[in-house]
């Protein structure tokens, strides 16, 4: 790790009444913002680019460019839409922030909107986060009453009004235009592109999507500036991220360390392995991202040092496994959450995951072939590429990268087969 980070998106969580927008102003709150609207738009974007802030959602496209994609002209309405739609199996960093600090949320919004001309914004938030869908509402209120919010926020002449919407419980919504869509009350199915959400989005108007984090980093770069910025991270993904830790480790939660940060170092932050139990394998950014094994403790996770590794930064959702947890387990796990959440829009990830889903269910049981290795890769490459969003790229993850490094143990279930109820060599530690 670099030098120690001073919490920077976490420095308000531990401080009593958190999400009150009286402790907000107390440490800082809503400075930036006088300072961003005391600025152009085109200042604005061009700070974002600078300080290299790139997407928190999984995908870590540069913020300043989507954002200079907006058109300048303002025939239409412009719209920004916060994704919080936080479904991904292992990942838990954007219920957490708006729960402790939502002024963070409502003022990178009122900034990124004033920066895109926007003068509506939408907060998607997962249906069943009951709590933080109040909290919100809450913080949404209190920054109306103090000007933040509404027509003509601090005298600037900006107007800007804040929704804070309630998902239905669909993963698939976490993908941008089904949320567009699930927003418009229709049924949430991912959208053909282009056009893309920029050129006609939400309503068929130009619209920014935007992760919880991401623009709740937007303030801190206000004020700070993009050298400081850069100052943490590496090069080519600057600035701090909040890593999700669950699984075997003595204490899950969020940690907030600079980009680049290895699992060895976040291990060292969360007590290291629960039990002393060694480690066996562990998901760098949530279950749709292809496995690592301890071979990969000093990986730099940012964007490009995932990837280099063969996987993916995602969400930086860290899922530790343990040497008690089946791999061919866990895999099935992941497989029918992917299998159930899958939209039915297209065939290869409607039929594909059914398909993973119910050999991997036989093998795990016991009843399992050699052919069904072959038969899992073969669907896989049928659903890689071929799906019409995402979530089947993602369902194939885990399986391809299990059989890469854990075949053996796929070949243990396939060698049980007869043995009429055989359970499998390992079991999940939760099962």
Known sequence: MTDPLTPVLTKRWLSPNSWRLETYERLEGYTALRKALAGTPEQLVQLIKDAGLRGRGGAGFPAGVKWSFMPPNEDKPHYLVINADEGEPGTCKDIPLMMADPHSLIEGCVIAAYAMRSHRCFIYVRGEALHCIRRLNSAVREAYQAGY????????????????????????????????????????????????????????????????????????????????????????????????????VEHPGQYEAPLGTTLRELLDLAGGMKDSIPLKFWTPGGSSTPLFTPEHLDVPLDFEGAAEAGSMLGTTAVQVFNETVSVPWAVMKWTKFYEHESCGKCTPCREGTYWLAHILERMVAGRGTKEDIDTLLDVCDNILGRAFCALGDGAVSPITSGIKYFRDEFLALCEQQGDQGAEPQLVGAQA
């Not at 919504?173 to 009350?185: F, M, V, Y």
């Not at 920029?198 to 309503?203: E, P, V, W």
Request: proline content about 8%; glycine content about 14%; some cysteine.
């Open 149 to 248: 919010l509404g027509k003509n926020i601090l005298g600037a002449g900006f107007d800007l009004d804040i929704t804070v919407h309630a998902g239905a419980g669909a993963y698939i919504c976490g993908e941008e235009t089904a949320l567009l869509d699930s927003l418009e009350g229709r049924r949430g199915q991912p959208r053909l592109k282009p056009p893309f959400p920029a050129a006609a989005g939400l309503y068929a108007a130009p619209t920014t999507v935007n992760n919880v984090e991401t623009i709740a980093s937007a303030p801190y770069i206000v004020n700070g500036g993009a050298d400081w910025f850069r100052k943490m991270g590496r090069e080519k993904s600057p600035g701090p991220k909040i890593y999700s830790i669950s699984g075997h």
